[in-house]
């Protein structure tokens, strides 16, 4: 294809956004809509399975003991523990330096606590940390039991929660996100067509000096893969900003909770939702061009 050949159909393209700045602003509007929600929950959703997989990587067992146990038999306890396969230590946990851990996490909120008076609710615990993270599951089943151990605990009931939540909130967004990109869709077929009608008595006539198909698609067809682009662009430059608001507040209050780092991650999203933003616009020419051929 010439330069000079391309240089018309984005001219054509252009001069045609113009003359339709409504429906094209409508077109644009709608796919950065469409794309700006799918962006929040890819990004809501892989968080979520990272967490889910730092938790799930934490090498470490809680174990909580019987009540009525003697000191020997606690003793004897964290004996066992250590001789299981892939166990590095077992820490003893006291259930008054538990009750210390336990205040110091509420901060300002210890009153809560003064109902309880001198009642210590907390039971003595070993933390057991591990060789591998393959190995919290059986031998937190294997600890449960040995004699005297009430439970053992490494916060599988939470990652798997994480992971269910994590694949509800796929779902319900690829659903959102199937009907925001049919209407995105929709709307930058009805910019087209509506460009095609305007022009239908310029477009006979350059069919019948021999025109080729291909040569009156493609201002049309790069026409639709602008606005898409341009909704996507929207969309990507409302969301990185809206991560790094994000991400700087979490890391103020929450330094702990292991997010995805900005970069590349959110580079890797922009470039997704841009083709993505891209191929919407095209498949929307498309329909339009396809049904106008056909005449």
């Avoid at 929950?41 to 990272?50: A, D, P, R, S, Y």
């Avoid at 008076?117 to 591990?130: I, K």
């Avoid at 979490?250 to 330094?255: D, F, M």
Wanted: include cysteine; aromatic fraction near 10%.
């Amino acid at each position: 294809m010439k330069i000079s050949t391309m240089e018309y159909f984005v001219k054509e393209s252009f001069t045609s956004l113009r003359r339709n700045s409504l429906m094209s602003f409508a077109s644009i509007s709608t796919v950065a809509l469409s794309l700006l929600i799918l962006g929040l929950f890819l990004i809501m959703v892989l968080n979520m399975n990272k967490m889910a997989a730092s938790l799930e990587s934490q090498v470490q067992i809680s174990v909580y003991l019987q009540d009525d146990l003697k000191s020997l038999e606690v003793q004897d306890i964290g004996k066992k523990i250590e001789k299981l396969p892939g166990v590095n230590q077992a820490l003893f946990v006291s259930k008054q330096e538990a009750l210390e851990r336990f205040k110091q996490r509420l901060g300002e909120q210890q009153g809560m606590l003064n109902a309880l008076g001198d009642t210590n609710p907390l039971p003595n615990a070993f933390e057991v940390r591990l060789d591998k993270p393959e190995q919290v599951r059986p031998t937190a089943q294997a600890i449960s039991q040995i004699k005297g151990v009430e439970t053992a605990k490494y916060g599988q009931e939470v990652v798997e929660h994480m992971f269910n939540l994590a694949k509800m909130l796929r779902i319900i967004g690829g659903v959102l996100i199937i009907f925001l990109a049919l209407a995105a869709t929709f709307i930058i077929s009805n910019t087209i067509r509506i460009t095609v009608f305007a022009r239908r008595k310029e477009i006979g006539i350059m069919k019948y000096v021999g025109a080729t198909d291909w040569f009156i698609r493609w201002p049309f067809l790069i026409e639709g893969m602008i606005l898409g682009f341009c909704g996507a662009l929207i969309a990507v430059l409302l969301l990185v900003e809206a991560y790094s608001i994000f991400t700087s507040q979490v890391y103020k209050s929450l330094a702990f909770l292991p997010l995805i780092p900005k970069y590349p991650f959110i580079t890797n999203i922009s470039i997704f939702l841009l083709v993505i933003g891209t191929v919407i616009g095209a498949l929307g020419s498309t329909i339009s061009l396809r049904r106008f051929m056909k005449v």
